[in-house]
């Protein structure tokens, strides 16, 4: 599976951006999806994960009521909208998936670079 994201930016404290992630290669429908993120000198850190029909999110709670995860499996994509970002979101994006509810995450996009600030 290939995996693009895309939608990254600079955005000021409060703005919204909305990622998405492409994929390719496989059946998109049989992969569960998440999106990761990393800051600089920190380790790479869970933010929200997805169905395989899109039945069930979970989020971490640092992002809990201000993104919010989807997927559209007509156009084999998942997205992350986000909302009243924070200068602690900035960080790169990456999207995952795996093909069980459990386990690692086989396949990783590149990232996106979101930068929130002022």
């Known amino acids: 599976v290939q995996l693009v994201e895309s939608g990254g930016g600079l955005v000021q404290p409060g703005g919204s951006l909305r990622l998405s992630c492409a994929a390719s290669?496989?059946?998109?429908?049989?992969?569960?999806m998440g999106w990761f993120r990393q800051a600089p000198g920190k380790e790479r850190e869970f933010v929200s994960s997805?169905?395989?029909?899109?039945?069930?999110?979970l989020y971490a709670d640092s992002v809990k009521g201000r993104f919010t995860i989807s997927r559209d499996n007509a156009k084999d994509t998942v997205y992350l909208q986000m909302n009243r970002l924070k200068p602690e979101d900035t960080a790169v994006y990456y999207c995952?998936?795996?093909?069980?509810?459990?386990?690692?995450?086989?396949?990783w996009g590149q990232g996106t670079q979101v930068t929130v600030s002022s």
């Open positions: 290669g496989r059946t998109f429908s049989w992969y569960y």
């Open positions: 995952a998936c795996r093909p069980g509810a459990t386990g690692l995450y086989d396949y």
């Open positions: 997805i169905t395989l029909s899109g039945s069930a999110t």
